[in-house]
């Protein structure tokens, strides 16, 4: 095994000596030797196979912390992760051609379709929730930590239907920048609510009124839930919303809509406003 500098390994990998370093804290690329002394860190000939991957990988623009877990797996199961990232980016591009052509459009003074837009009724029901200020990083691991581990795994029973989706509610811009607040709700039966909001004190009891909620149809199954295909979902509330002369009540929700014949998939995402 030929060792060699980290500014030769650069030089054959065509990665910066700061890329490497930070790749090297970051456990992609950990060098084969470390000076004790100077810290001076060498390669092996043959990390450059590796390193050729991480490179090809930043320039398609794969998450650092996703190429780890990448790199973790075997050969054809990183390819198939390779693809699946793959396949979101492409949807997300043409979301992205879709929300331009919805901008330019809408600049000219012209209206232009999107998605299409449907009305239905939502009952009173009791609603146990939590909210909080948080970054656009933090929204999915918040929701995925009270639906999922803590309300789901601890055996909290779900309204049936679509009254009883677990829905977030977006009370403000929620990006890098902004912070909400956004509301996770998680519908309980009436009769049992009290009971339920015993377990969990940190979160909060409400009782939501009848009202009538548009919302955008649902698309393929993990397609929608974020960037410019949620943005699409959500302009073509406000376009329909604003035409009809509604007024929504609160935010933007993000509605879970699970598959009863493969439970085990994911949750397909409808985007709602409630309606005054």
Known sequence: ?????????????????????????????????????????????????RARVVALLRRI???LARIRDMLALEAASAA????????????????????????????????????????REIPERSLLGLIRRVHQDEVIPMGRELFIHRLARGGVPRVEGIAGAPFTIFHGEVSGDSDGPVEWCWPVPDD??????????????????????????????????????????????????????RQPSDGVRSVLIFNSANPGAGPDTEFAVSLR
């Open 80 to 119: 198939e992760e390779i693809r699946t990232y793959w396949a979101a980016t492409e949807r997300e591009r043409a979301a992205q051609r879709e929300l331009v052509g919805y901008l330019v459009d809408r600049l000219q003074g012209k209206k232009s379709a999107m998605y299409e837009v449907a009305v």
């Open 192 to 245: 049992q609510a009290a009971e339920i909001a015993a377990r969990f004190p940190d979160l909060t009891l409400r009782k939501e009124p009848a009202h009538q909620e548009a919302f955008v149809r649902q698309g393929s199954p993990g397609a929608w839930g974020s960037g410019a295909e949620a943005e699409v979902a959500i302009e073509s509330l406000f376009a329909w919303a604003s035409e009809q002369q």
């Open 1 to 49: 095994m030929g060792l060699v500098s980290i500014g030769e390994f650069a030089r054959l990998s065509r990665l910066s000596p700061k890329a490497l370093r930070l790749y090297d804290e970051l456990g992609l690329l950990v060098p084969a030797e470390v000076d004790a002394e100077t810290g001076y860190r060498w390669y092996a000939d043959t990390q450059l196979e």
């Open 61 to 63: 623009g794969v998450p």
